[in-house]
Antibody, heavy 119, light 105 residues
Framework: QLHLVESGGGVVQPGRSLRLSCAASGFTFSSSAIHWVRQAPGKGLEWVAIISYDGSDEFYADSVKGRFTISRDNYKNTLYLQMNSLRAEDTAVYYC????????????WGHGTRVTVSS | DIQMTQSPSTLSASVGDRVTITCRASQSISSWLAWYQQKPGEVPKLLIYEASSLESGVPSRFSGSGSVTEFTLTISSLQPDDFATYYCLQYYSYWTFGQGTKVEI
């Protein structure tokens, strides 16, 4: 059974950093592109970033470009999101989500980890 | 960037109703559109992909149609389990979600 388990969320002050992790199991992690998607409290879904199956390509939403870095370790079946220079508007539940097919359709979501940016 | 506009934002309906939600893309996305259902406190669930393909395990009362810039999600007979928020996603160029449609009683 497919599992994506996020961790690393918490409360952090504006301007500080946080690193999220996503542990994957139940599928061939090294063959799948993986996304980060976030959802601010009471708001809709916002795509954040994607990394290719082998880590050779990364793409980011404009809202996080230059501040967030997505990476992966295919030996550990783990995805990461390094978040620097955090802002209040980064407050959200962060989901890792598996991509499917050539256009990386988001087909399965983890349960998310909550990040709160507040002084 | 491609913008996705969903309508309506909120929809009031009753069990047994036929429900239609629309998603409009700011430019052509061919058929690279998906629909998701999210219930309160739960993660989104994929319903439809490539505009009209039903994801495995999803009830047949859900259907999708459209192409280019205009897309529709239809629930043929609304069930109690269907009261939720629905999102469209374009995956033609990067990934962009619509703002969501809440289906309420």
């Amino acid at each position: 059974q497919l599992h994506l388990v996020e961790s690393g969320g918490g409360v952090v002050q504006p301007g500080r950093s946080l690193r999220l992790s996503c542990a994957a199991s139940g599928f061939t992690f090294s063959s799948s592109a993986i996304h980060w998607v976030r959802q601010a409290p009471g708001k809709g879904l916002e795509w954040v970033a994607i990394i290719s199956y082998d880590g050779s390509d990364e793409f980011y939403a404009d809202s996080v470009k230059g501040r967030f870095t997505i990476s992966r370790d295919n030996y550990k079946n783990t995805l990461y999101l390094q978040m620097n220079s955090l802002r209040a508007e980064d407050t959200a539940v962060y989901y890792c989500a598996k991509g499917r097919g050539g256009r990386s359709l988001i087909d399965y979501w983890g349960h998310g980890t909550r990040v709160t940016v507040s002084s | 960037d491609i913008q996705m506009t969903q309508s309506p934002s909120t929809l009031s309906a009753s069990v047994g109703d036929r429900v239609t939600i629309t998603c409009r893309a700011s430019q052509s996305i061919s058929s690279w559109l998906a629909w998701y259902q999210q219930k309160p406190g739960e993660v989104p669930k994929l319903l439809i992909y490539e505009a009209s393909s039903l994801e495995s395990g999803v009830p047949s009362r859900f259907s999708g149609s459209g192409s280019v810039t205009e897309f529709t999600l239809t629930i043929s007979s609304l069930q109690p389990d269907d009261f939720a928020t629905y999102y469209c996603l374009q995956y033609y160029s990067y990934w962009t979600f619509g703002q969501g449609t809440k289906v309420e009683i």
